[in-house]
């Protein structure tokens, strides 16, 4: 396997209307495989949620209705994709074969934002400004198509030196920002001493949970270069972010979700959760939550709760941008204990 050029991309149709920003992204999501003569490529793998161009060899396909066809490869100019969305009962190398395969859903992400966010208008760079992981898993992902202009007509655009404190531990949360250029170090006071968390650059996105939680910062964000952000207030963050993505149940409904299968999730601290937990519950405390992404799994669905339901609704919302079922349990425990005793029959 092997990581393709930007040159290939370019004649990957419809890849190729990507800005060239956009293609040098996508080249660390995809790779150029060799299949061995008699080999099916696709035996193992769900060919309706890939998009596949033939790069090199003949490949057979029969399909379902019954016809079978023999594919080769482009010789010069624009490659097309294989025909795969139609039912496939088996693919057979008739020599080695090269292809090279994207995610669906990634690729029609990027292709809806390049297409619906190109403007000589505007300020900033918006390929540069919102990277691939954020458009398919952050914030972002929240939004339709059509609110994309929307998101980029309110947010505003910010210059700042080195050094600057974007966001400070402890403060209250007015601001969600997206990192178009420069880097910047995020940190957290631990047992006194300042405890580096990560450190990113651009095409990042912070600043969601304290405006979910309404909770005062969790970590202090500070500029490490001569940076470009773009920020989206409070309000606008809960209109056009929150809103679509953070689901919010009452207490019966939760109960009721959780008689049918639904699982119980703390967020609070074990200290907390050792003293005071529901019965099913398990423990994932709210500043652990990023680190359990990939590791819940996505089968289930999840009900968090807190005390108050605050940051239930900031775990609920970390969650649900990254595929998870999960709704947040509104007004916490102290919801669930004002429900009425169920009538004994």
């Known amino acids: 396997?092997?990581?393709?050029?930007?040159?290939?991309?370019?004649?990957?149709?419809?890849?190729?209307?990507?800005?060239?920003?956009?293609?040098?992204?996508?080249?660390?999501?995809?790779?150029?495989?060799?299949?061995?003569?008699?080999?099916?490529?696709?035996?193992?793998?769900?060919?309706?949620q890939k998009t596949v161009w033939l790069l090199g060899g003949r490949l057979s396909i029969s399909f379902g209705d019954g016809h079978t066809q023999v594919f080769s490869p482009a010789e010069d100019g624009a490659i097309p994709t294989l025909p795969l969305k139609a039912p496939i009962l088996r693919a057979t190398a008739i020599d080695e074969v090269a292809l090279l395969r994207i995610d669906s859903d990634l690729l029609d992400i990027l292709l809806t934002w390049d297409q619906l966010t190109q403007d000589e208008a505007l300020q900033s760079d918006p390929h540069h400004m919102v990277s691939a992981d954020s458009l398919r898993f952050g914030a972002l992902a929240a939004l339709k198509p059509a609110q994309y202009r929307s998101l980029l007509a309110h947010l505003q655009r910010i210059e700042c030196a080195a050094g600057t404190v974007l966001i400070r531990e402890g403060d209250a949360g007015d601001y969600y920002y997206l990192l178009e250029q420069g880097a910047a170090t995020i940190t957290r006071q631990v047992?006194?001493?300042?405890?580096?968390?990560?450190?990113?650059?651009?095409?990042?996105?912070?600043?969601?949970?304290?405006?979910?939680?309404?909770?005062?910062?969790?970590?202090?964000?500070?500029?490490?270069?001569?940076?470009?952000?773009?920020?989206?207030?409070?309000?606008?963050?809960?209109?056009?972010?929150?809103?679509?993505?953070?689901?919010?149940?009452?207490?019966?409904?939760?109960?009721?979700?959780?008689?049918?299968?639904?699982?119980?999730?703390?967020?609070?601290?074990?200290?907390?959760?050792?003293h005071n937990?529901?019965?099913?519950?398990?423990?994932?405390?709210?500043?652990?939550?990023?680190?359990?992404?990939?590791?819940?799994?996505?089968?289930?669905?999840?009900?968090?709760?807190?005390?108050?339901?605050?940051?239930?609704?900031?775990a609920a919302f970390l969650l649900a941008q990254n595929g998870y079922q999960v709704s947040a349990l509104r007004g916490g425990l102290q919801a669930l204990s004002a429900l009425p005793e169920p009538t004994q029959s």
């Open 277 to 314: 937990r529901l019965d099913g519950a398990f423990n994932i405390p709210l500043n652990e939550i990023r680190n359990a992404v990939d590791v819940l799994s996505r089968e289930r669905r999840y009900l968090c709760y807190c005390d108050s339901g605050r940051r239930a609704a900031a």
């Open 191 to 274: 047992g006194g001493t300042q405890q580096k968390l990560a450190e990113v650059g651009p095409g990042a996105a912070f600043g969601e949970e304290a405006l979910v939680s309404d909770n005062p910062r969790n970590a202090t964000v500070t500029l490490t270069r001569h940076s470009i952000l773009h920020r989206l207030s409070k309000q606008d963050f809960s209109t056009l972010l929150k809103q679509p993505l953070l689901n919010e149940v009452d207490a019966t409904t939760a109960q009721q979700a959780a008689q049918q299968g639904a699982t119980w999730l703390d967020v609070r601290f074990p200290s907390e959760y050792q």
């Open 1 to 48: 396997m092997s990581t393709p050029t930007t040159a290939l991309l370019q004649r990957l149709h419809p890849v190729a209307s990507l800005s060239p920003e956009r293609l040098e992204e996508l080249r660390g999501f995809c790779f150029v495989e060799r299949i061995p003569p008699g080999h099916d490529p696709f035996r193992m793998d769900d060919t309706r």
